[in-house]
């Protein structure tokens, strides 16, 4: 039987050589465990992947009496019947407009489909010209080349800068940093659609295919929300150029901010939308891409085909978890729960970290919530990145038996350090105090440590 700690000669390939890491064995509820038999929370759902929890019987039945039906067909031969429910049942919650579904096996693959569907569908229509991608600085859309190329994670674009295709990046929507002392929230909206309106002029407007945006920012900057109005502003803006607007919802998505698609709280519906990790929870790798009925209608009377695909395109086993996911979510009310925990957690949240000299903002929304670390909180001061303040927190956070998903590079891709939360839909008020204890214990503990000359 392993140890809780991986094998000093692993033959895994993991992440980041030379670390031991523990071996998880068993998973209910919010809760994971070791092989040692040590209970950690999930407040992060992994990367905002769990959203039912772990070990959910209705998904883990489903997936079981699918295996016994039938495991894989591949799509150019047949469709099945729970890839055809599991799209009619993403439609009919689906923004405005939107009439099919492109199934994929993650959020990197559902990006990739949308860039290659959007160059093609203005191929298909007749305006070949149209080249360009515009997106935002401080976003992270996915690490396959197209998905790295949009992002604007600098860290993880650096090394690989010369194979990725040149995309145009604008400003994000980043109010704790970036809105002026006396400029309204919708003030400072209206800026940076004026600024991503300069950009396509710049650009030449018949010559950009599509603005690619994360609804609420995850990983890279932790939850920034939009600013009231922006994407309002996108929205027209990219239509009074016939420019397609690509929503990345792939981490904020399938009711993490308290409804199914985060841009329904915006008010806008995309022309192309890419979910994955809460469509799934995890069960099943998984991800879609949600299209407008007119870029569908396009390719029918063009070329009749999407010149992309993979081999694991619509798998019945992962459309039958996703499926008995979003039943879940329906039946047991748990976007309406997500909002009201999710208010339990900014509560929390405000209360342990509001007055922190070392917590400069608290934002997100629903179950998507992320505090921003500071070294001088009136100055807005970053800690300086050689400390490594974000995997310092990660450490001691698994030390207390929590789990969140800590991020370096917040503000520029090197300064910077934040925590995101994204605990599943079920967590309860009792866990959520446990979680915001752990975390206090743990950033405490850790600006500690870099007081004291430790690190």
């Known amino acids: 039987m392993l140890c809780a700690m991986t094998r000093a000669m692993t033959r ?9 890491l523990p071996v998880a064995v068993s998973g209910s ?38 295996i016994d039906k039938l495991s894989y067909a591949h799509t150019s031969f047949f469709t099945t019947e729970v890839a055809e429910e599991l799209a009619d049942t993403l439609v009919a919650g689906a923004p405005d407009g939107i009439g099919q579904v492109y199934f994929v096996s ?41 998905a790295l190329a949009v992002g604007g ?5 650096a090394q690989f800068a010369p194979l990725l295709i040149d995309v145009a990046h604008v400003s994000p929507c980043y109010e704790y940093r970036d809105r002026g002392p006396d400029e309204t929230p919708e003030a400072y909206g209206r800026r940076l659609v004026t600024e991503l309106a300069v ?27 939009p600013a009231p109005g922006y994407f309002r502003g996108v929205r027209e803006l990219c239509d009074r150029h016939g420019i397609l607007l690509i929503l990345d919802e792939v981490m904020c998505g399938m009711g993490r901010t308290g409804t199914l698609h985060a841009c329904e709280q915006e008010g806008i519906s995309p022309d192309l939308l890419t979910i994955a990790k809460g469509l799934g929870g995890g069960y099943q790798p998984i991800g879609a891409l949600l299209v407008q009925q007119r870029i569908v209608d396009a390719f029918a009377r063009g070329s009749g085909f999407f010149q992309h695909g993979h081999t694991y395109l619509g798998h019945a086993v992962a459309c039958a978890a996703a499926l ?77 038996g929590l789990m969140v998903y800590p991020m370096g590079g917040t503000i520029d891709g090197r300064l910077g350090d934040h925590v995101l939360l994204a605990p599943p839909y079920i967590v309860t008020t009792q866990e959520i105090g446990q979680i915001v204890d752990r975390l206090g214990e743990a950033v405490d503990a850790s600006i500690a440590a870099l007081a004291g000359g430790s690190h």
């Not at 509820?29 to 209705?58: E, F, M, Q």
């Not at 309406?336 to 339990?344: I, K, L, Q, Y």
């Open 324 to 400: 008995a996911v979003q039943r879940v979510i329906t039946r047991d009310r748990l976007l309406e729960a997500c909002t009201r925990r999710g208010e339990d957690l900014r509560a929390s949240l405000t209360q342990r970290f509001g007055a922190h000299p070392h917590v400069g903002d608290i934002r997100g929304r629903g179950l998507f919530m992320a505090i921003e670390l500071v070294a001088d909180r009136a100055a807005k001061t970053p800690f300086e990145a050689k400390l490594k303040l974000h995997a310092r927190v990660k450490q001691e956070a698994m030390a207390r």
């Open 153 to 157: 994670n600098a860290w993880r674009r």
């Open 106 to 146: 993650g959020g990197s693959e559902a990006i990739e489909a949308a860039l290659k569907m959007a160059r093609q569908y203005f191929v298909e229509i007749g305006q070949p010209e149209r080249r360009h991608f515009v997106a935002r600085r401080q976003s992270y859309h996915g690490n396959t080349l197209g």
């Open 29 to 66: 509820g919010v809760t994971l465990r070791d092989a040692d038999g040590k209970a950690y929370i999930d407040a992060s759902g992994g990367a905002a992947v769990s959203c039912l929890g772990h070990g959910h019987p209705d998904v883990v039945a489903a997936m079981h009496a699918q």
């Open 12 to 20: 895994v390939f993991h992440r980041t050589l030379g670390r031991t």
């Open 199 to 225: 950009e396509i002029e710049r650009l030449g407007p018949r010559n950009v295919i599509a603005f690619v945006a994360e609804t609420v920012v995850g990983a890279t900057s932790g939850a920034l929300t």
